[in-house]
């Protein structure tokens, strides 16, 4: 069953109610932002918490890759670390492979780097396998490499740092970028509106057509409605038999409108 964000499930003689519990509509700006003021706040709350996780009666180690979000903890878990961090990543073929770049990052944090990679003619089998421990299906890039370097892990830690959820937390995913811009007034905020079109609009001309029609395209009077046709028209949803794609609809739209009247 999936959840919208901001709304919890509650199951009780036989019938699911859910209950949005948050929404970020109603979240009021109560002071002026300073950026070098809240920067030293947010500095702060992630040393805090990669110290806390750090508490621990067996060795931690932690995911790297070349994104801001995993240097950033393997930088401060290093720091604060009593012995040497061990770092591990994934090395691919071809444009997508990240592995040079945590190299370096290791050399700088000096940290116990270690590299795994595909081995051939495994991909099928593997697959097969992580269908059948995901929590939800799922269909991306970085479900193989995670599961190899959760099995190469293994072999010298129970516990491992990394950015997963970083993305959600400070705006990382395109998806973020297309309901901002629908959500912004085109007179009072156009500076932003602009430099934000202009980096969603970088790249390929394949991608930039794709995220024009996905702006374009995207329906819905609320937040909530937008980003599940965006959820619909980018993930597997669009994979499912008819009868089960009305299905999800009925029940998303008498989750955030209310029940049906018919």
Request: overall charge positive; glycine content about 8%; some cysteine.
């Amino acid at each position: 069953y999936k959840l919208m964000p901001g709304y919890s499930p509650r199951y009780s003689q036989g019938a699911i109610n859910i209950k949005q519990y948050w929404d970020i509509e109603k979240i009021s700006q109560k002071q002026h932002f300073d950026p070098i003021m809240h920067g030293n706040k947010l500095k702060g709350a992630i040393e805090t918490s990669v110290a806390l996780r750090l508490r621990s009666d067996v060795p931690i180690c932690g995911y790297l890759s070349a994104g801001l979000d995993s240097n950033v903890v393997c930088s401060l878990a290093s720091r604060a670390s009593e012995s040497q961090f061990r770092t591990f990543t994934f090395a691919s073929q071809g444009k997508m492979d990240e592995s040079g770049d945590a190299q370096r990052s290791a050399d700088i944090y000096g940290t116990e780097h270690r590299k795994t990679s595909m081995p051939e003619g495994d991909f099928l089998p593997l697959w097969q396998l992580m269908s059948r421990i995901m929590d939800e299906p799922a269909v991306g890039y970085s479900l193989v490499p995670q599961y190899l370097m959760s099995d190469t892990v293994k072999q010298y830690s129970t516990v491992v740092l990394g950015g997963q959820g970083g993305d959600e937390i400070f705006f990382g995913y395109g998806w973020h970028t297309i309901l901002l811009i629908r959500q912004l007034n085109p007179v009072k905020q156009f500076s932003l509106l602009c430099r934000l079109i202009k980096n969603h609009f970088s790249g390929g001309l394949k991608g930039k057509l794709r995220n024009l029609y996905t702006l374009v395209t995207l329906r819905g009077s609320t937040l909530e409605q937008q980003y599940f046709n965006l959820w619909k028209a980018n993930g597997c949803f669009r994979f499912l038999r008819d009868d089960l794609q009305n299905s999800v609809n009925q029940r998303f739209l008498e989750a955030v409108d209310g029940p049906s009247s018919e």
